[in-house]
């Protein structure tokens, strides 16, 4: 499955996601971001490249047509020779805290839920914590006190701290749906966070 197939699900199962489209050409893109509105981004769509960023396969904060066109051009050039599906082209996300929310199925324990720091340092610092499903809002918020990332959500350094009540809906709802559906792994990361609520900016999971 493609992360457009991935949102899709999570759509219809009420998670609200960034509006997106799936272009397969440069005029298409041009469209989509006039309807979406700019500033987007814009990330390759294909099961053969798993760490897009890695390739130079997104594209961000891209304000306007000519940065697009630009912008959808040099994803092609660094994905050349893969099969592909297409380019989203996404509204680009709020500014904020960079988590990871998910979770698996333990072949012992059943479905656990994990929360913690996202983004590409998720396998640098390994600040995570995990529950067994199911979990409560106050399950979570024991979950956010054992990060060590914590203080960044409290609000270090003068910031205004996040919105932890969405965040432990969030968490909440991750588990029922990983239970509904059965499933073996999910990951949502990035989640961008900040003081009104969060942007769900990737998604993955297998059944």
């Given at each position: 499955m493609t992360i457009v197939e991935d949102l899709k699900i999570l759509e219809k199962n009420g998670f609200q996601v960034l509006p997106y489209e799936l272009a397969v050409n440069e005029e298409e893109a041009v469209k989509i971001a006039k309807k979406i509105g700019y500033p987007i981004?814009?990330?390759?769509?294909?099961?053969?490249?798993?760490?897009?960023?890695?390739?130079?396969?997104?594209?961000?904060?891209v304000k306007n047509e000519t940065l697009l066109r630009q912008g959808f051009q040099d994803i092609e050039k660094k994905v050349r020779g893969k099969k592909i599906?297409?380019?989203?082209?996404?509204?680009?996300?709020?500014?904020?805290?960079?988590?990871?929310?998910?979770?698996?199925?333990?072949?012992?324990?059943?479905?656990?839920?994990?929360?913690?720091?996202?983004?590409i340092y998720v396998e640098i610092f390994k600040d995570v914590s995990a529950r067994i499903c199911p979990v409560t809002n106050e399950d979570v918020k024991e979950m956010f006190t054992e990060l060590k990332a914590n203080a960044l959500l409290e609000g270090a350094r003068g910031k205004r701290p996040v919105n932890k009540k969405k965040l432990e809906e969030l968490v909440v709802k991750i588990c029922r749906f990983m239970q509904k559906y059965d499933v073996k792994e999910l990951d949502l990361n990035p989640v961008i966070c900040d003081h009104e609520g969060y942007d769900i900016l990737d998604v993955r999971f297998s059944r």
């Open positions: 981004a814009m990330k390759v769509v294909s099961s053969q490249i798993e760490h897009k960023t890695d390739i130079g396969g997104v594209v961000i904060d599906d297409g380019i989203m082209v996404q509204k680009m996300a709020r500014k904020g805290i960079e988590l990871i929310v998910g979770g698996k199925k333990d072949p012992q324990f059943g479905h656990m839920v994990i929360v913690g720091l996202g983004g």
